[in-house]
């Protein structure tokens, strides 16, 4: 069943530039909807994250439940260890002459996502690291204005960076980690044999909720649902239920940008993110779009399920040097097992011609590059209340008061990754 409808124009220009005015000079009171769907889709409040307790004086104290290890019939192989760094930038150049300042900025809070341990992978506290620059010149004393946050919704941490007020053009940060990845593997006819629960147990129930530009239980996507597995969601297990849905969610859509990112100048800024509803609706949407409407879907099937943000090295189109980008990827969780990834851009090329829900799939449960992969926030922004995430979204989010030359202002991310080699 499509959901129809015309997808909305990408925002111009000046209105970027109006968003990051509205983000950094203004926050809003409450964590906002940086992800949600055009005005033309029914509002739906997204969950309020629980309360962080106070920075914890070294990293190493973090603990989450992103995930635990899996139990059979998944498993995970081959891991490997990565180096990786985030890069983020802002600045605004003068257009006039003799104009030095066109960022005055105080009370700078930016906050970085980490899934410090999933099923799939895990990151190293100690190895944690950041950056700060301002004008130009690197501040020496990062170390002493960075802290941390835990116990964020579904077991997310952040690294939090105070950057000093800043009077001039451009300010940078960055955070640098060490993670281990493993590549995952699964059982298909003993996943297919596992039983819907009595219920979901508590560490997942978040993952049955809306989010920004996930609006699960709206009430097309119950008109969905319902349709696809002709009201009788459970007289099939929750494997065969979650691939009939993800077959379908991605059979809704008619054209999609796999690269998804937003690039201006030859710099990226973020995801290009309409949300579940609004591309579902109009069949067409970007990458990101897509693992969003999967994970509505199968949320609103009552399959607890997420979507992953993370980096990873993809080949350029025309054959030159992988690059570093901005992914997203799905989840769901099997009774018993854990959470089970799926990468619906690998999905693409075999679903029109109807994958059969009874054979294996390409990285859906067994996903041999999984480890390649290293996931940085569950969602499209960190669930820090107050903080606001930029218009194109990259993980992090902001805090600040001041003032912003509104003509020339633009930011950046720029990713590294370096492998590590495997374990010993």
Same mark, same amino acid.
Not at 171 to 195: G, H, P
């Given at each position: 069943?499509?959901?129809?409808?015309?997808?909305?124009?990408?925002?111009?220009?000046?209105?970027?530039?109006?968003?990051?005015?509205?983000?950094?000079?203004?926050?809003?009171?409450?964590?906002?909807?940086?992800?949600?769907?055009?005005?033309?889709?029914?509002?739906?409040?997204?969950?309020?994250?629980?309360?962080?307790?106070?920075?914890?004086?070294?990293?190493?104290?973090?603990?989450?439940?992103?995930?635990?290890?899996?139990?059979?019939?998944?498993?995970?192989?081959?891991?490997?260890?990565?180096?990786?760094?985030?890069?983020?930038?802002?600045?605004?150049?003068?257009? %006039?002459?003799?104009?030095?300042?066109?960022?005055?900025?105080?009370?700078?809070?930016?906050?970085?996502?980490?899934? !410090?341990?999933?099923?799939?992978?895990?990151?190293?506290?100690?190895?944690?690291?950041?950056?700060?620059?301002? #004008?130009?010149?690197?501040?020496?004393?990062?170390?002493?204005?960075?802290?941390?946050?835990?116990?964020?919704?579904?077991?997310?941490?952040?690294? +939090?960076?105070?950057?000093?007020?800043? #009077?001039?053009?451009? !300010?940078?940060?960055?955070?640098?980690?060490?993670? #281990?990845?493993?590549?995952?593997?699964?059982?298909?006819?003993?996943?297919?044999?596992?039983?819907? $629960?009595?219920?979901? $147990?508590?560490?997942?129930?978040?993952?049955?909720?809306?989010?920004?530009?996930?609006?699960?239980?709206?009430?097309?996507?119950?008109?969905?649902?319902?349709?696809?597995?002709?009201?009788?969601?459970?007289?099939?297990?929750?494997?065969?239920?979650?691939?009939?849905?993800?077959?379908?969610?991605? #059979?809704?859509?008619?054209?999609? *940008?796999?690269?998804?990112?937003?690039?201006?100048?030859?710099?990226?800024?973020?995801?290009?993110?309409?949300?579940?509803?609004?591309?579902?609706?109009? +069949?067409?949407?970007?990458?990101? *779009? =897509?693992?969003?409407?999967?994970?509505?879907?199968?949320?609103?099937?009552?399959?607890?399920?997420?979507?992953?943000?993370?980096?990873?090295?993809?080949?350029?189109?025309?054959?030159?040097?992988? %690059?570093?980008?901005?992914?997203?990827?799905?989840?769901?969780?099997?009774?018993?097992?854990?959470?089970?990834?799926?990468?619906?851009?690998?999905? %693409?090329?075999?679903?029109?011609?109807?994958?059969? =829900?009874?054979?294996?799939?390409?990285?859906?449960?067994?996903?041999?590059?999984?480890?390649?992969?290293?996931?940085?926030?569950?969602?499209?922004?960190? $669930?820090?209340?107050?903080?606001?995430?930029?218009?194109?979204?990259?993980?992090?989010?902001?805090?600040?008061?001041?003032?912003?030359?509104?003509?020339?202002?633009? *930011?950046?991310?720029?990713?590294?990754?370096?492998?590590?080699? %495997? $374990?010993?």
């Amino acid at each position: 069943m499509a959901l129809g409808g015309k997808r909305g124009a990408y925002r111009d220009h000046m209105l970027i530039g109006a968003a990051i005015a509205a983000l950094l000079i203004a926050p809003p009171a409450k964590a906002p909807a940086s992800t949600t769907a055009p005005a033309t889709a029914p509002a739906t409040a997204p969950p309020t994250p629980p309360a962080a307790p106070p920075a914890q004086p070294s990293a190493a104290t973090f603990t989450t439940i992103s995930g635990r290890p899996p139990e059979l019939p998944l498993k995970r192989v081959d891991p490997r260890i990565w180096e990786a760094r985030f890069d983020a930038s802002l600045w605004a150049p003068s257009l %006039r002459k003799g104009d030095t300042v066109t960022l005055q900025l105080s009370n700078i809070m930016v906050w970085m996502p980490m899934v !410090l341990q999933s099923t799939w992978s895990q990151v190293d506290p100690t190895s944690i690291k950041t950056e700060i620059w301002v #004008q130009g010149a690197k501040h020496k004393a990062a170390a002493q204005r960075t802290s941390f946050r835990q116990g964020l919704a579904q077991g997310m941490a952040a690294v +939090g960076i105070s950057i000093p007020d800043t #009077q001039g053009q451009s !300010l940078k940060w960055n955070v640098t980690w060490f993670e #281990q990845c493993w590549a995952s593997v699964v059982d298909e006819a003993a996943a297919a044999r596992i039983t819907w $629960p009595a219920e979901w $147990p508590a560490e997942v129930q978040e993952s049955l909720k809306p989010q920004p530009g996930i609006e699960s239980g709206h009430e097309d996507f119950k008109k969905f649902v319902d349709k696809v597995t002709g009201g009788n969601l459970r007289s099939v297990t929750p494997w065969i239920a979650a691939k009939e849905l993800v077959r379908a969610t991605m #059979q809704a859509y008619t054209a999609v *940008d796999a690269d998804g990112m937003r690039i201006e100048n030859g710099f990226p800024r973020g995801l290009v993110v309409n949300g579940a509803w609004a591309s579902m609706k109009a +069949g067409t949407g970007s990458s990101h *779009d =897509v693992a969003a409407a999967c994970v509505a879907v199968l949320r609103t099937a009552g399959i607890p399920a997420r979507v992953v943000l993370g980096m990873t090295e993809l080949q350029g189109s025309s054959g030159g040097a992988a %690059r570093s980008r901005l992914v997203t990827w799905c989840e769901f969780f099997l009774p018993g097992a854990g959470w089970v990834p799926f990468n619906p851009n690998d999905l %693409r090329g075999g679903i029109r011609g109807g994958l059969s =829900v009874e054979r294996p799939w390409p990285s859906f449960g067994t996903w041999d590059e999984l480890n390649e992969f290293l996931p940085i926030c569950y969602g499209f922004a960190a $669930p820090i209340p107050g903080a606001s995430s930029m218009p194109y979204p990259a993980g992090y989010v902001w805090t600040a008061h001041g003032t912003i030359d509104m003509s020339t202002a633009s *930011d950046t991310v720029t990713l590294q990754i370096l492998g590590r080699g %495997r $374990p010993k």
